[in-house]
């Protein structure tokens, strides 16, 4: 069963902490995304990545930033977290050979973070 | 660019009726397009895609969703709708020689009653 894994379901931070938001895939996906989901707003891309160490600016990136050191492993940083940040993150994996099986998006169970 | 949009933002039916959601969508290319639902406080789970060959797309639960590339859309069906079937739907578009970025839609919420 192919899983996309998020570190926490809730978490609650103090403005202006640092905020590490971790995600882990086993399918030995190239493509790996940060979404974050507001009521009305549906799902805004926040960062990309296509590769170890590669990232693409996505839709709202200001006030993030994202690691990939390793091929599984993707993670989203608030480098000071705000109240506007309080909002669901989802992770989610790809495939990006266009005839493959995985080309859909594979996601975590999202993580809900609440700035206070 | 592209775009994706779901017109209705909730949709009601009655247990046992048809439904539909609606999915247009706009790609400079050709397009894959997906479809997704989303139950409370959970992930995005794939339901159906289309990438090529047949525009009638079937996925799981029943759900189907055709391809039609002259209205530009991809509607997402199900002949008998049940109240377990009440959840959040995204359809998502990509283009095909994109490196893998799909833009999705707002969401139609679906609501189910009995």
């Known amino acids: 069963d192919v899983k996309v894994t998020q570190s926490s379901r809730y978490l609650v931070k103090r403005t202006g902490e640092k905020v590490f938001l971790e995600c882990v895939q086993d399918?030995?996906?190239?493509?790996m995304f940060w979404y974050r989901q507001d009521p009305g707003l549906g799902l805004r891309l926040i960062y990309f990545s296509y590769d170890v160490k590669m990232k693409e600016k996505g839709d709202i990136p200001e006030g993030y930033s994202v690691s990939r050191e390793k091929k599984e492993r993707f993670s989203l940083i608030l480098e000071s977290a705000s109240t506007n940040q309080t909002s669901m993150y989802l992770c989610?994996?790809?495939?990006?050979?266009?005839?493959?099986?995985?080309?859909?998006?594979?996601f975590g169970q999202g993580t809900r973070l609440t700035v206070v | 660019a592209q775009s994706v949009a779901q017109p209705e933002d909730q949709v009601n039916v009655a247990e046992g009726n048809p439904l539909t959601v609606k999915c247009t969508y706009s790609v400079s290319g050709n397009p894959y397009l997906f479809w997704y639902v989303q139950y409370p406080n959970r992930g995005l789970q794939f339901l159906l895609k289309y990438i090529t060959g047949d525009n009638l797309v079937k996925g799981s639960y029943g759900f189907e969703a055709e391809f039609n590339k002259s209205q530009t859309s991809f509607h997402l069906k199900k002949p008998s709708a049940l109240v377990s079937d009440s959840a959040l739907y995204f359809c998502a578009v990509r283009d095909m020689f994109d490196a893998g970025k799909s833009t999705f839609g707002d969401g139609t919420t679906l609501t189910v009653k009995p």
């Open positions: 399918m030995d996906h190239e493509n």
């Open positions: 989610a994996s790809s495939d990006p050979r266009g005839a493959s099986v995985d080309t859909e998006a594979f």
